[in-house]
Structures are given as C-alpha cells and as structure tokens.
C-alpha cells in the first residue's frame, strides 16, 4: 500500500467519525492557535516598541551624573558642553536636560506638564516633529529667553485649537509661574497602546535650559546630557570621549561619577525581556499541546480497538506489520495536521482582533508556519506511535476471532 492510499484511508476514517475526530482535534487546535496568537501579538508587540526607540535615535547616548557620588563641583556645565562639542569629533549634537514636573496655564485651561530643558540641539536628538512655528533657536538659548514648544495635544486642551504660535501661557512650580511665549507645536506624545487625546497626559513643554534657571531656581543642577553620536557605530567612542572629557574638566575620574547609557542598550534589553515573556507565555499555551496528544493518542487506541477485526482480514490477506503501523501512523499524523492547520488560521483571526483593541499589529512569520506544521507533525507522529505499534502486533487469527 502506498502513502497516497494510506492518506485516502485517514481521511475516510476522519470523515466517518467527524465529531470524533473533532474532538480529537480540539486540544491541538487550541494549543496552536493561543501559541500563534500570542507568538504574533509579541512579534508586533516587540516592532512597534523597535520603532518608537528608533524614532528617538538608535545613536543617540545619554550620560548621566551619579548624584549619590556627586558634589556640587561635578555637575555639568554649559562650558562642559562647549568643550565636548569641541573636542569629541563623534558627537554629533549635546544638549543638556533637565526635566521638572510643574504646571501649564493658558488662562482658559491649565494641567499637569514636563518641563523639558535643553539647547537647540534637543530638537534634532529628541526626533520631534515641528508641525507649527519653529524650535527654540541658539540665541535665545544663550539669552534664556521665555519661549516655549508645546505638544499639540496639549495645545488643543489648553486653547482649543492646536496652532498656538504666538500665543503666551505661564508655567513652571505652582510656588514659581512665570509667563512664556509659544513659538513652536510638536506632534507630540503618539503610542499606539495610547490615545493621548483621550488620557489625561500632562502637557509636554520645552524651554531653553537657561530659562530653566529661573522657574527653578533651587533645584537647578545640570545631571543629564543627551548626546547623538554621527553614527550607531560611534555611540561607544563618542559616549567614552564625552566621559572623559568632563573628567578632565572635573578632576574627578577616580569618583566614577559619571555613567554613559544608549537608547540602543535600552532597546537589546526591553526586546530581551520581551522575548522571555513571549517565550514564556507560549510555552504555558502549548501545555494544551501536551493534553491534544493525548487526545490523539486516546482516540487512535479507541481506533484500533474498533477496527481490530479490519485488521485481522488485511494481515491475513497479506498486509504486512509495516503497512498496518504507517497506516495508523498516517491517520495520527492527519488528524495533529489538520487540527494544527485550523489552529494556525484561527491563531492568526485571534491576533488580528486583539491586535485591533490593543493597537498592535500581530506578525505572523514565516518560522512560525513552519514551526505549526513540524509541531503538529511532531504530536501527530509521537502519540500514534503507540497505538500504531498495538495494531501492527495484532494476532490476525485473534483478531479475526474478535466481535
């Protein structure tokens, strides 16, 4: 007998016991299909999150003051940034940031705000896209002058309508508003996990760091500076240059004061964790593989019981041992591929719709079809090795006794 033949018989025997079949199918089905839906709700998950790292600059480092080894003679300087545009030929752009939580009042509406501050070069590291007005420029920066860049959203929610150029609010500590200029909008906050139109986001605002000075005067101490390298493959020299040259500026180097961090190190990492929990998640989903097995198994013992006088006549009109097991084997192996094929398609439905409440877009690869089809192969093959065996090892004479 040929596979083609052992194939037409599965397939009858599937369609003489449907519902049988069907519930023999069920386990694998559900077990594949939460292993794809999850699987491609996480690759969707871990690219979308890939992009919103990649709009802030994969060569973009942040180097950070360690203010439990700091003294007040480590803090960062505006001649430091000076020097490290000067002498560090890697870096790109540098601007200082401090950020401060305060408050925004357009004197029809106030909220909650980030107050960013930075130089001019904040515009080009933060990837912001202007879509009124301008950024702040170097002069005023120089001169700390009271301009601002708002969000559109915030805009929309402190005025009304999003083009507020021109237009003056007042912010910083409740202890300490002063009044500023608009001269630029942002796109602002977007995420598709968040509908920042609807949630209840504080405004985010940036100013010249040296107007910075003014809203705050107590708690003013340059920490933190955002640095872009020329390119992703100069983030470790120009992160090590910026490093020592405040160093060398500070006399500090035995202190370890200062630490160098890239968004690009950030992004291995939050894909690393993502990858152990998607591959944890899934692992849990395909214990119903384990329990579909059974099922598979159960179902052909129960098979084999029932057709043992059918096989009785085929040994004893010739069929050999081989032929009885493959026969058997073929049928399990139909049965795991037909349950892992509706798996997969239901699997896929299953991360389109939660994809669409969750604001995902669920990737499906093409190691994941080929992994369905081998698993499922797999289940098929390894839990029909026993009953197949059974039924090969039957005794024709006492089968053919059998009723």
Do not use: C, W
Request: proline letters at 2%; zero cysteines; a positive charge.
């Amino acid at each position: 007998m040929n596979f083609i033949e052992n194939i037409k018989m599965a397939m009858d025997s599937i369609r003489a016991n449907k519902l049988r079949s069907f519930l023999t199918m069920l386990g694998i089905i559900i077990g594949i299909s939460s292993v794809i839906t999850i699987v491609s709700l996480g690759n969707g998950a871990q690219k979308t999150i890939t992009g919103e790292f990649e709009k802030i600059g994969s060569s973009t480092i942040t180097l950070k003051v360690n203010s439990s080894k700091a003294s007040n003679s480590d803090y960062i300087t505006f001649e430091d940034i000076k020097a490290i545009e000067d002498r560090v030929e890697k870096v790109k752009y540098v601007s200082p940031l401090i950020q401060k939580n305060g408050v925004v009042d357009s004197g029809k509406a106030s909220k909650s705000a980030i107050i960013s501050g930075g130089n001019s070069d904040l515009l080009y590291i933060s990837s912001e896209e202007i879509v009124y007005g301008r950024f702040f420029n170097e002069r005023e920066y120089i001169e700390g002058k009271a301009v601002v860049v708002i969000d559109e959203h915030s805009a929309k929610s402190l005025f009304g309508y999003s083009d507020v150029v021109g237009e003056t609010l007042k912010l910083g500590p409740k202890s300490s508003i002063k009044k500023a200029l608009i001269v630029g909008v942002t796109k602002g906050f977007t995420s598709p996990f968040i509908d920042a139109s609807e949630a209840n986001m504080p405004a985010f605002i940036y100013t010249p760091v040296t107007f910075m000075k003014l809203l705050y005067p107590n708690d003013y101490n340059i920490d933190t500076l955002n640095i872009m390298a020329v390119s992703k493959n100069d983030l470790e020299s120009a992160g090590n240059g910026a490093k020592n040259v405040l160093e060398n500026r500070h006399n500090n180097k035995e202190k370890e004061v200062y630490k160098v961090d890239s968004i690009l190190k950030q992004m291995e990492q939050v894909n690393r964790v993502l990858n152990i929990f998607t591959a944890f998640i899934g692992a849990v989903a395909a214990i119903s593989l384990l329990v579909g097995g059974i099922g598979v198994m159960n179902i052909m013992l129960v098979s084999v019981t029932e057709r043992t006088k059918e096989i009785g006549i085929r040994k004893a009109i010739g069929a050999t041992t081989k032929v009885i097991l493959i026969q058997f084997l073929t049928e399990s192996l139909i049965i795991s591929l037909i349950g892992g094929i509706i798996g997969m398609i239901l699997g896929i439905i299953g991360g389109e719709v939660i994809g669409i409440f969750a604001k995902i877009n669920p990737l499906v690869s093409i190691k994941a079809v080929l992994g369905v089809i081998l698993f499922s192969s797999a289940v098929g093959i390894f839990f029909g090795i026993y009953p197949a065996k059974k039924a090969a090892k039957l005794d024709p004479i006492e089968a053919l006794r059998y009723e």
